[in-house]
């Protein structure tokens, strides 16, 4: 039976040079671990030596790459995996090991992300000119259950108030009655509404402390956001940043808040990552704020973000033909024109707006004593007195020349959607990843970075191919790479008894050819 037949083989023959695990091996051995940040354990005088760092990196790239994230089911894979034996030498860490590694490295795991986006960048597959910004929301530990704000933990201490005072009440009647078994019954249970009223309290403390708008208990880092509709989860708001020419990611970091504020740190993490000049960011109009497109305007970049909706004052009560944009700025003479052909000017004080801790911005009042006799002021603002008034911002410069470039450049801008939207189909329906295996902002930082690595590192894949990827590997110039002289002799390194092994199987084939 051919069950049952004894066959002499090494893991070598098991694996073929298309095999992507032969890429996953040549890259990380070729990276200098320590440089990169990774906690590189050291061997001891006594005990059992510490797994490599390089290992277990290995089994979490492999493991990503085909949809394997769990430590315990990376540790059965690692016994009964072809590949993963391949990969790890034999080595067969168990799931603490595994997990540990990967809670323990995430600022590291961030690191090989932009490293292998330099890599992509040297190797040509990345064209640095039009880079779309999206982010998609992934699932925290933390149900919404166990997420607070002022509003929640103040409707659990009114529900606590109104039924102590109710089991106060049948407790005096019962009380009366001298029926003792119902009395220890309501005693009990505003006991225990006691215990919750201290716990809510505690809550709202630290929310107070926090200077936070709301509180997770489970994993603190996570927030209750918006993810489409009505539709609230408390999760993370992953930021990914992707190159048009073969839609990989360049850029990628999680936060903790929506979007609104978010377009500065990504697209100034763009520029590091491809130390570019500059480049024309594509946005939706989640992006759409003045500060942030201002800032990226000082650094060279070219937002294009569709416009979010004009609020201005006065609004209430205007008709289309005299919203804000259909008056007409003068850039010389700093005023406005509006429809009537009426000039309004400003006295030039800069007033301040404050919403939040984000959104405090600087403008000026612009108006005109002629809307007192405008035969349009009916349909232009609802003022009684004073007439229409216009606030123009300090960002208005270069909001305008994003909205200019989003009308001029509509084709383009269409393309939006179709550079970066397939990630997060990919990720999240095909994957699986649509929510965080970890807990803290930094932890699942690292994790997320790592799933954007196992996706750029499986789209490459279909592009170069993995023998001719890994030759490019060989010739790339990193100050991250190992020495040369060690990457010559690394196979030395390797457990002295799977080298034996191969060594043996070897020569016992040469001795099956000489013996037929």
């Known amino acids: 039976m051919p069950r049952l037949q004894m066959q002499m083989s090494s893991l070598e023959d098991s694996i073929d040079q298309e095999n992507p695990v032969r890429f996953i091996d040549a890259f990380v051995d070729q990276l200098d671990l320590l440089k990169i940040g990774f906690e590189v354990k050291t061997l001891k005088t006594e005990g059992r030596p510490s797994f490599e760092a390089s290992t277990l990196l290995k089994i979490y790239l492999y493991g990503y790459l085909n949809g394997l994230r769990s430590s315990r089911r990376l540790e059965s894979e690692c016994i009964r995996n072809i590949e993963l034996q391949w990969l790890t030498l034999g080595l067969q860490p168990n799931y603490h090991t595994i997990s540990d590694f990967r809670k323990d490295n995430p600022k590291a795991l961030k690191n090989v992300f932009k490293l292998f986006v330099s890599f992509l960048k040297d190797i040509d597959l990345i064209g640095s000119q039009i880079i779309a910004i999206d982010g998609t929301k992934s699932r925290a530990h933390n149900s919404k259950k166990n997420n607070y704000n002022q509003k929640k933990i103040d409707r659990h201490l009114a529900y606590i108030e109104e039924k102590s005072n109710e089991y106060l009440i049948q407790l005096e009647d019962n009380d009366i009655k001298d029926d003792l078994t119902k009395v220890l019954n309501i005693q009990e249970k505003i006991n225990r509404l006691k215990q919750n009223k201290i716990k809510y309290e505690v809550l709202q403390e630290k929310l107070i402390d926090s200077d936070e708008p ?35 990611v360049v850029a990628t970091h999680t936060i903790n808040r929506n979007d609104r504020n978010a377009l500065t740190d990504i697209a100034l993490e763009v520029k590091a990552n491809l130390n570019a000049d500059g480049f024309v960011a ?211 390194l390797r457990p002295l008894e799977l080298l034996v092994f191969n060594r043996t199987i070897t020569l016992f084939k040469k001795c099956i050819a000489c013996n037929s």
């Open 214 to 248: 709301q509180i997770s208990t489970t994993d603190p880092d996570s927030r209750a956001l918006l993810v489409h509709g009505q539709v609230v989860e408390v999760c993370y708001n992953i930021q990914t940043a992707v190159d048009d020419k073969h839609k990989l």
């Open 282 to 492: 594509l946005l939706d109009k989640g992006y759409h704020n003045g500060r942030e497109i201002q800032q990226c305007t000082d650094a060279n970049i070219d937002t294009i973000a569709a416009p979010s909706l004009i609020v201005n004052s006065n609004t209430y009560g205007t008709t289309p033909e005299y919203v804000v944009t259909n008056f007409v700025y003068n850039y010389k003479l700093d005023t406005y024109t509006c429809p009537q052909g009426k000039t309004l000017n400003t006295t030039g004080t800069w007033h301040t707006k404050t919403k939040d801790n984000h959104s405090g911005y600087k403008f000026k009042k612009y108006r005109t004593p002629e809307c007192k006799t405008c035969p349009a002021k009916h349909l232009c603002t609802r003022r009684a007195s004073g007439g229409r008034e216009i606030e123009r911002s300090e960002f208005a410069t270069a909001v305008e020349a994003n909205n200019t470039r989003y009308k001029e450049n509509a084709a383009l801008y269409r393309k939006r959607q179709e550079i970066n939207e397939h990630i997060f189909g990919t990720i999240k329906r095909k994957w699986g990843y649509y929510y965080t295996n970890l807990k803290g902002l930094d932890k699942v930082n690292g994790e997320h970075s790592l799933i954007m690595l196992a996706y750029n590192i499986k789209r490459c894949f279909a592009l170069p191919g993995v023998p001719e990827l890994t030759e490019k590997l060989k010739n790339w110039a990193s100050p991250y790479k190992k020495d040369p002289a060690f990457l010559q002799n690394w196979i030395d």
